[in-house]
């Protein structure tokens, strides 16, 4: 299935995406897609839900509908950095030994046409195209990489917008270049594990201004998504509804010479195969 979530923002209703312009509403048995959705196992039931209603010809136009992220607001975001080689070197950094972990603040989810604002003060916003997991069971101390791979509910494209400056010339951990307003876009949909059973093989892009900046494939992650979630479980307890973003390929606007950074007006395009395209306009400051 490809789980969607419709409406303005705070207000969005759930349902299933059928095509690119169709969908079926399941506002009436779902809640919404959030922790206690994921907790229930609610999929396999809710897969049943769409075929009856495609059947029954319950299936609504898109039109020009606002996506909100397809995954309500999650308990917690956890980040992975430096995950592709080449990223690490456009950086200047050393490939890491063990994943690189931080964290963003869960209310930077937004959806994946919304607006990017600029916070206040900001010089050096950059973008970066990733994949996301989202965790579909309460977690902790997983011993393999097929138990993470059950503990997975599915994958979403994700922006993970960071403003450098405060990031590395601020001190301290990175969350306060990570957690600014409107810098996690998420989706256009979740897409579970039956549409996408391997996310080891998925070509990522992101352009901004029409120019292509990010090329890559998850094949050539350090630490593949199913490593990353059993990893990250020694450390804290994953809850239903999580997000995990698995690191970016190269081409963010810092490891350009000279670095090139987000300002109003800009428009950033992208891509990964199976999970859609997402696409935002920067804005300025409040």
Not at 14 to 40: C, K, N, R, S
Not at 170 to 188: A, Y
Not at 238 to 254: C, F, R
């Amino acid at each position: 299935m490809k789980l969607i979530r419709i409406g303005a923002l705070g207000n969005e209703r759930p349902a299933a995406l059928i095509d690119p312009q169709h969908y079926v509403d399941l506002g009436d048995v779902v809640e919404d897609f959030d922790g206690d959705f994921f907790a229930h196992d609610s999929l396999d039931s809710l897969a049943e839900v769409v075929r009856v209603r495609i059947a029954a010809a319950e299936v609504r136009k898109l039109g020009n509908q606002r996506l909100g992220s397809p995954i309500a607001r999650p308990h917690q975001i956890i980040c992975v950095g430096l995950n592709y080689v080449d990223h690490a070197a456009e950086t200047g950094q050393a490939v890491p030994a063990e994943p690189i972990l931080f964290s963003k603040s869960p209310n930077t989810a937004v959806g994946p046409y919304d607006d990017v604002r600029l916070p206040r003060g900001a010089t050096k916003t950059d973008w970066e195209v990733e994949l996301g997991i989202i965790i579909g069971a309460r977690t902790s101390y997983l011993e393999s990489d097929d138990d993470a791979r059950e503990s997975i509910a599915g994958w979403v494209l994700v922006n993970d917008v960071s403003e450098r400056a405060f990031q590395l010339e601020r001190g301290g951990q990175w969350l306060k270049g990570k957690s600014s307003e409107t810098f996690n876009p998420i989706g256009p949909w979740l897409a579970t594990k039956d549409e996408i059973p391997d996310a080891s093989m998925l070509d990522m892009r992101l352009d901004v201004n029409g120019v292509r900046r990010q090329t890559g494939n998850t094949s050539t992650m350090i630490f593949d998504p199913y490593f990353i979630v059993r990893y990250v479980s020694q450390f804290m307890v994953l809850e239903p509804g999580d997000l995990i973003n698995t690191g970016t390929p190269p081409g963010v606007g810092m490891g350009w010479n000279p670095p090139i950074w987000l300002k109003p007006g800009d428009v950033m395009e992208l891509e990964i195969s199976g999970l859609g395209v997402q696409r935002q306009v920067v804005v300025g400051a409040r």
